[in-house]
């Protein structure tokens, strides 16, 4: 290939994704600034309610543009748009309910300001919240890059395809992967390292059940990892650190590895110990 015709397929590719694509680096604007406007406010000054509301309606005509390549008819976007932002009272809500779930359980918070504005599990649930809303009303692309973003900027990766109950509590979180079609019941906390995952990654069982469920009020540990879209997790289940599970449990079970502690002494161990460094 010429580097002419290197070029024009540049061109090409540029010219369908401008029709087709919404721009990335709007699309991580338009959430920063939504997530500050509900959550910060005053972005460090006080700001009259003219203002709020001028930037609120900045934001709706920001989500009209993204939505640009998706929807041809300007009619069908900006429907979309006034639905999402009619929702956003009640999404205000249920993420005040997550947020006060983690001010509840970790005796490290201080205050819920402190968890809405410094913990990477709110900011990831609430950027989960939003994308999930759009993931229902079929729009295309757009939600994954909203939950990518959340993903580099906290290392926790939720598939807007998830379902997820109220006062979902994620401590610490990094490394955590929650798979499209994982169901998480109300009251869940989850903790840094945990995957619900498929337990097969094959093009094949697209559009099924691939990912765990997880009923109301169960603990997950660092670590744990589940699989598969028949496993259950019962309710008020506890799950321990870096367990491995691919079937489920009854409700208020304890799942937990045992740790088996050996003293050494001068008699050889019934098993050779490798040690690498």
């Not at 990477?120 to 939003?130: C, D, E, Q």
């Not at 906290?154 to 955590?176: E, K, L, M, N």
């Amino acid at each position: 290939m010429t580097e002419k015709e290197f070029i024009q397929e540049l061109f090409q590719r540029n010219y369908h994704a401008f029709k087709g694509f919404p721009s990335k680096k709007k699309a991580e604007e338009f959430i920063d600034r939504l997530f500050l406007l509900l959550f910060a406010p005053c972005h460090g000054r006080f700001r009259q309610e003219q203002e709020l509301e001028a930037e609120y309606q900045d934001l709706k005509d920001l989500g009209t543009q993204l939505l640009r390549g998706a929807y041809q008819h300007e009619e069908l976007r900006q429907e979309l748009v006034d639905q999402l932002f009619a929702g956003l009272p009640r999404l205000y809500q249920r993420l005040l309910l997550d947020a006060r779930a983690i001010l509840a359980s970790d005796p490290a918070a201080r205050s819920l300001e402190e968890v809405l504005l410094a913990y990477p599990g709110f900011y990831a649930t609430a950027i989960y919240r939003l994308s999930h809303a759009l993931w229902l009303e079929g729009v295309p692309i757009l939600p994954r890059l909203f939950s990518e973003y959340a993903h580099r900027l906290t290392g926790i990766d939720i598939h807007p395809g998830a379902t997820i109950g109220d006062a979902f509590a994620i401590d610490h979180g990094t490394g955590i992967v929650i798979g499209e079609t994982a169901v998480i019941g109300k009251g869940v906390k989850i903790y840094q390292g945990v995957t619900l995952g498929a337990l097969q990654v094959d093009k094949g069982y697209a559009g099924q059940k691939r990912h765990p469920t997880i009923e109301d009020e169960v603990v997950i540990y660092s670590g744990a990892t589940i699989l598969g879209g028949t496993t259950t997790i019962g309710r008020n289940s506890i799950i321990g650190g870096n367990v491995w599970l691919t079937s489920g449990v009854p409700p208020h079970s304890v799942v937990y590895h045992k740790s088996e502690v050996k003293v050494r002494d001068n008699n050889p161990f019934p098993e050779p110990i490798n040690f690498v460094i």
